[in-house]
């Protein structure tokens, strides 16, 4: 039987079993490796020693260019949006307790997808700051927009995925026909929102996207974890949840608005990539159990790590073309969904 550890601040408690821990630390070296990989690997090589001498301030001044202005900007991306969508999944799947659930498969994502897009094509001139903001807009359009669709005396997991899969391909012809019919928009501005439909995270830089996307990581992730613990009571029921004191709607519509939140972000900074919401919560249980104060943190540290190995074999493997991450984590995602609906298709 694992032991659990309960460590306490002013306001909340926070429970973790030894199993969970040793889970994350494994799964934290697993981050770091991976990240100083990536830094190293690409058409100029770069050996894992260097990298360390160099983040460490004692490298190579031609390596510390290299790294610092080229690739680390692209890795800690990578870290920061696989983690948001990790995050963002695990929290709907407990949410509408249903474990086919995702931001991308439910149309979430192509809501914030939406807005980004209109963002890119008519606010171009707007600082990219505020592009976050157009993102979760339209994730929480498409939110609202499902929930009313799918509920019918309640809400059942097949006919969410089905609305959401029906919204979600609705919202990409909407994209676009924006993008095809924007006669006045520069060929430029065009072929990035095609780009980002693909989930890209190509071109990225310290101050337009790492410092954009940081503040909003900050405040989202810290709440994520600390009113996961809610989730496990109402795992129980609406009724039990109501029981024991928890003001179930208040609490399920805070989870909401993070989860949607981060989905928003992180499609605003990382484009549509999609499934890492959807296989990193799966993975997260398999490894240590359903409780959410493990799933969430073990759920961010597995979406990180896929983005940055999918993120690598795109950059590397077709030298010197580039290829959008998405087109990896889809290769990897869509069987795994598959898997899923068979198992689940008498939900």
Not at 30 to 52: K, Q, W
Not at 123 to 140: E, K, L, Q, Y
Not at 202 to 210: F, I, K
């Amino acid at each position: 039987m694992d032991k659990w550890m309960t460590l306490r601040g002013r306001n909340h408690s926070f429970q973790i079993s030894r199993r969970t821990l040793i889970m994350i630390l494994l799964l934290l070296a697993a981050n770091v490796i991976t990240m100083i990989i990536c830094v190293g690997l690409g058409s100029t090589f770069i050996s894992p020693i260097a990298v360390i001498r160099t983040l460490f301030g004692v490298g190579d001044p031609a390596d510390a260019m290299i790294i610092f202005s080229l690739r680390m900007p692209r890795v800690v991306v990578a870290v920061m949006v696989g983690a948001a969508l990790s995050i963002s999944g695990a929290l709907l799947q407990g949410i509408v307790r249903n474990p086919l659930t995702s931001p991308d498969i439910i149309g979430i994502s192509g809501g914030a997808s939406l807005g980004t897009v209109i963002f890119i094509l008519y606010f171009s001139h707007v600082s990219i700051r505020f592009m976050p903001i157009s993102s979760i807009a339209g994730a929480f359009a498409a939110a609202l927009l499902i929930y009313l669709f799918a509920y019918r005396r309640g809400i059942t997991p097949l006919r969410l995925v089905l609305i959401g899969i029906g919204m979600s391909t609705a919202i990409t012809a909407v994209i676009y026909m924006l993008i095809l019919s924007s006669s006045f928009t520069p060929t430029a501005v065009a072929v990035k929102a095609f780009t980002f439909m693909t989930g890209s995270i190509y071109g990225v830089s310290w101050d337009r996207d790492v410092l954009t996307m940081l503040p909003w990581m900050v405040i989202l992730i810290p709440a994520a974890l600390i009113y996961a613990r809610h989730l496990n009571v109402q795992e129980l029921g609406d009724e039990v949840a109501t029981s024991v004191g928890s003001s179930v709607q208040v609490k399920r519509t805070i989870l909401l608005v993070i989860s949607v939140a981060l989905a928003g972000v992180a499609v605003a900074i990382g484009g549509a990539i999609n499934f890492i919401g959807l296989m990193a919560p799966h993975i997260a249980r398999k490894l240590v159990g359903p409780a959410y104060g493990g799933v969430i943190p073990v759920s961010a540290l597995i979406g990180s790590l896929v983005l940055l190995l999918s993120d690598l074999v795109a950059r590397i493997a077709f030298i010197p073309l580039d290829i959008p991450a998405g087109v990896f984590t889809a290769a990897i995602g869509a069987p795994f969904f598959i898997y899923l609906l068979y198992r689940h298709r008498s939900s």
